[in-house]
């Protein structure tokens, strides 16, 4: 059995090696990411992806277990991280230790993720001490969209750079093992990978970034409308599309099952 890359591996590539990141929720999308990426996140993007949501606010503890699980299975060498759904760690650190040991216990995984800069501090330091690592996520927080008010792209006013940069510092001093850098402009994640101590995982960060990640969905062309920071390497929505059509075409023409498929 290979084993499985490690958090302490994850922390060594700052300023070496980029880090090489892909979200997966199925066995068998994540039995061929785990080839590629050191890192595979079951993201609560999933409740947008597989379960037809508007936001990630919907998304349960249960959900992302289920989906840790598939991941888990279908994997052996890639380290696989679990985000925490909305609510269920922002109460206290003892409620968040609660349900991050839950994940780590019921799927096996190897880390959590949780949304939040220097208000997580707490949480992350009461987690890490009680032996399950953490990754950060700080900069456009999508389980925040109702205060933020959308989506929106931090950093654009510069005023707003010392904040963003205070929030790096308190998730990596709390002892989160990585940080993910989510909608911010080039310079500021510049910045912060500069300064933090920690990989920086940019998405929708810019290149600066110690790290990249995406949505595999959104990376292979499944997403009809990706945002602007998606390179879409794949054709996968055109690809089902044809399949699917020429399957429902032979169906009805009665030309399959074919002899090849058929039990004599
Ligand atoms: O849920 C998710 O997919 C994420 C990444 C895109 C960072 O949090
Ligand atoms: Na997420």
Redesign the pocket.
């Given at each position: 059995p290979v084993r499985r890359i490690t958090v302490p591996q994850i922390i060594a590539r700052k300023g070496k090696e980029p880090i090489v990141s892909l979200?997966s929720y199925h066995a068998h999308t994540a039995q061929i990411v785990d080839k590629y990426a050191d890192f595979i996140?079951v993201?609560?993007?999933l409740g947008m992806v597989v379960h037809g949501m508007e936001s990630?606010l919907g998304v349960t503890l249960d959900m992302m277990i289920t989906h840790g699980k598939a991941v888990m299975r279908g994997t052996r060498r890639a380290l696989v991280v679990v985000?925490m759904p909305f609510g269920s760690y922002e109460e206290s650190p003892a409620v968040a230790f609660r349900n991050a040991a839950r994940v780590i216990r019921e799927t096996g995984c190897g880390a959590v993720?949780l949304e939040g800069g220097a208000r997580m501090a707490e949480t992350i330091r009461y987690l890490t001490e009680r032996g399950i690592p953490v990754m950060g996520?700080i900069g456009l927080t999508?389980q925040s969209t109702n205060v933020m008010g959308g989506f929106k792209t931090q950093g654009r006013d510069e005023d707003t750079w010392p904040a963003h940069e205070a929030d790096a510092r308190a998730v990596a001093e709390a002892g989160a093992f990585s940080i993910?850098l989510?909608g911010m402009v080039e310079p500021l994640a510049a910045r912060i990978t500069r300064d933090c101590p920690i990989p920086t995982i940019g998405?929708g960060a810019s290149v600066e970034c110690d790290g990249q990640?995406l949505?595999l969905e959104d990376m292979l062309g499944l997403n009809p409308k990706p945002p602007k920071f998606v390179k879409v390497y794949g054709t996968l929505g055109d690809m089902i599309d044809q399949a699917v059509g020429a399957y429902a075409e032979e169906v009805r023409a009665r030309s399959f099952p074919s002899e090849d498929e058929v039990y004599r």
């Open positions: 979200t996140l993201g609560d993007s990630t985000d993720k996520h999508p993910v989510e998405i990640i949505v």
